[in-house]
């Protein structure tokens, strides 16, 4: 399995990722003016680490809409341009740098799929850096990979050690309080605790194999990453968390190449 192959997928998913994060944000750019739900003196003094609230210049809504169009623009170009493109690491550079920027400013939205496009950022960053060496490519796979099956195996473990997950109340609060309010499902599962608990264990036994997929036999390895690129898209429709659809799955080419390197 080729890894720069590998690479160009991974960096053209999480460019995509951060393209949809971007659009949505720039869709509601009123929220980041001054007044709005998004802007930064709404949030910064409950939710802003003391080092962004030191760099408050860098928060302000001029800044965050630049910030914003230079992540849109760096993220077409990686689009745009070969893995192996003498630009690409700078291109990577600055949309780590712009991550970082998104991460502190945003740190009021939910989501720990920023932590996974910062860590894909990094290690691809790293990977374009020393492109013609095959072992700084591998070794850019094996930490996504890592980062990936950490993410995943901490989640489900973290909620096997909850009762409300394994007996599925959380599950249909998490419906209730999603994004579009996706009502329908929770009212459907509330009455019939028996389907919620089982549900619930499927989500978090799927997340525990996903995490140990670079271990699992080959011929298995498709059908797994295939429950959890669907997992990601049931979860982007009925709770509008797109982020992690693209995050995560911008790590599968690098579990493939982990999994083809172990066998």
């Keep these: 399995m080729d890894s720069l192959v590998q690479l160009t997928w991974c960096a053209k998913l999480l460019a995509v990722g951060l393209l949809v994060q971007t659009a949505e944000l720039l869709w509601r750019w009123r929220d980041l003016r001054p007044g709005g739900l998004l802007h930064w003196g709404t949030w910064d003094l409950l939710h802003a680490a003391p080092i962004a609230r030191r ?64 860590h894909g950022l990094f290690s691809l960053g790293a990977g374009a850096t020393v492109v013609a060496d095959p072992r700084v490519r591998t070794a850019a796979l094996v930490y996504f990979a890592a980062m990936l099956a950490l993410a995943y195996t901490s989640v489900a473990l973290g909620k096997l050690r909850v009762r409300g997950w394994r007996d599925g109340r959380y599950l249909v609060d998490a419906f209730r309080g999603s994004e579009f309010h996706f009502r329908p499902i929770a009212d459907f599962l509330a009455p019939r605790p028996a389907l919620a608990r089982l549900a619930a264990w499927a989500t978090m036994l799927l997340h525990l194999a996903l995490g140990l997929a670079a271990l699992c036999p080959p011929p298995l390895l498709p059908w797994l990453l295939a429950g959890g690129v669907a997992f990601h898209l049931g979860v982007a429709a009925l709770m509008g968390l797109n982020g992690f659809l693209w995050a995560f799955c911008a790590g599968y080419p690098a579990v493939l190449y982990v999994n083809a390197l172990l066998h």
Aim: proline share 5%; net charge positive.
């Design 55 to 118: 760099a408050r210049g860098l928060m302000r809504f001029r800044v965050t809409l630049l910030a914003l169009l230079a992540r849109a623009a760096l993220a077409l170009a990686v689009l745009a341009l070969p893995f192996d493109h003498s630009a690409m690491p700078w291109l990577l550079g600055g949309l780590l740098v712009a991550q970082v920027h998104y991460h502190t400013r945003f740190a009021m939205l939910p989501g720990s799929c920023d932590h996974m496009f910062l």
